[in-house]
């Protein structure tokens, strides 16, 4: 949209006026804008520097049709924080009723327009069909979706009798834009609340917090948006595993302004009077709630403030909200494990220059059982290991003298690549795994990476896993779900209930466990071959789109990309490990072995071996 659209005809000049950090005055030149004639997509703006805001022009007294229609799309890519710009080109009742906050429709370019009538303008009114094609929409809580299709809609636009002047009269609710302009205009950030399908096993252990990312528009008062949207509670797909430490009916109060730290570093943040009453435990979980959500926001914010009923509830520093929940990014290895060449499980330093590996401790350094594939619990106590041959699974603990024990699963498939994928841990110490077996196929949870597995529920799911990573936060899960000729990498949510004794029900009368709600993290791979977490709602993926070639990305689990540069290229991946901790270089088994990338640097061979992995 916003200098996304070009036409034919006698044109004008369009200008936006952008506010620098110092308050200086900057003018951008957009592309000319026709007065009469179709309005096609061309290139979109460039991307502005991160502290320039932009805001649009508001339109002239004898603007055609055409300039109303374009200097609203305009208007809509611009920083105005409440679209009062935009709500000018509207007529009075239709800017009473137009909804920008309900949705955001994006396109693959910069919507186009054209008049139904172009000849009929001195009828006094007149339509305009606006088209494209949808790449993604952002609903009304701010969550992002991929989408597809055609995207077409019409505005209307009527000539006041008294004035003379066009104005729209009938609009789509929410807004639409062009794939760069949203890029420009909005930033992913991650809100946390904690999960619920866990409970605490010892008075110690700390709530563990789960990303839900959400988009907000990148220059206008982010913060307070943000803590808004965290106080009102969880996007849809992910509230039904996980709780908030806000009160029902919390909401900032209203005569709240914008939320800024002061030069300290301190952000007080005044709630309702819904929040009074809380206890200082439970306030301490809604600061670290609000300063896990800020960190990537806003760095300045070094504490939080609550206050509620005229008074302090409590604060909270960063470094003290560790202590009070974690999260997956805060886990940092001690160890990089991997196969070596002698088929046993071996480990070296995380991060460290030292690539000499060294067996790990226990029955499956040993070497007793070759292996093809491991996972290591979080702690870095346990261990699983799948059998070379991909038949059965063994579960052992990294300490001398420790001994494998029977398989904790086994598949009946006939050949390896049919049996089991490598398992995966979560951070309460269950065990993933899938069994590829195509007469058999299934999910498995073995609680504690023991005891008879649980079989996990797929409704709705079509094809076969043939690849499991499960979040930190065990309650969100990464599938690669084999379809026809389509491997898809998919993000569901974990349910847990009560006993189950039916017969769809988990084995043993144990807890039913559930992934629900299955979506596409990269909708435009065809073939993904390898996947990893890599940070609190962050995944890194190898792929390849339709006739395209091999490349590693990395993703969000809503589907979008991040703002962040992709890993350097490299051929031949096989597995990818990453760590959710940022300063854990990204670690690949490829072509020349295992590989790793630290930060600003090249791929670096590290050592012979294969299926190298981070702790989880």
Known sequence: MGGERAGRGRGISVRKAAYAAGGAVLLAGCASM????????????????AQVRVFAMPPSEDATPTQIVQGFLEALTSDDPDYKTARQYLAPEAAKTWRPELSTTVLSNGPAAHADRPDQEDTGALSYTLSGTKVATVDEQQSFAPDSGRYDKIVHLTKDAKSGQWRIDAVPQGVVMGKSDFQ???MSVNKY?????????TATELPMAVADPVYVRRHVDPTTRMVRSLVGGPTTWLDPVVRSSFPTGTALRKDAGPLTPDDRGRLAVPLNDSAAEVGTGRCEEMAAQLLFTLRGLSPAVEEVELRSGGGQLCSLTREGAETVATRGALYQPDYLYFVDKERRLARIAAGSSDTDPDPVPGALGEGATALRSVAVARDERTAAGVALDGRSLFVTSLVSGSSLGEPVLSSRGKTEEDRLTP??????????VADRDPGNPGLYLLEEGKGEPIEVRTPGLAGRVRAVRVAADGVRIA?????????SLLIGRIEQTGADDGPDGARGGGPAVTVLELRSATPELEEVTAMSWAGDSRLVVVGREHEGVEQMKYVEVDGSTPDVSPPAALTGVKTVTASEDELAPLVAYSVDGIVRLPSGAQWQRVTEGTAPVYPG
């Open 423 to 432: 398992p995966s841990w979560d951070a309460q110490g269950g065990l993933w």
């Open 34 to 49: 026709p007065d009469n004639g179709d309005l096609r997509g061309v290139e979109s703006t460039p991307r502005q520097d």
């Open 479 to 487: 599938l690669v779900v084999e379809d026809g000729d389509r491997r």
């Open 193 to 201: 609340y904690f999960a619920s399908n866990h409970t605490s096993t």
């Open 184 to 186: 420009r205009n909005y």
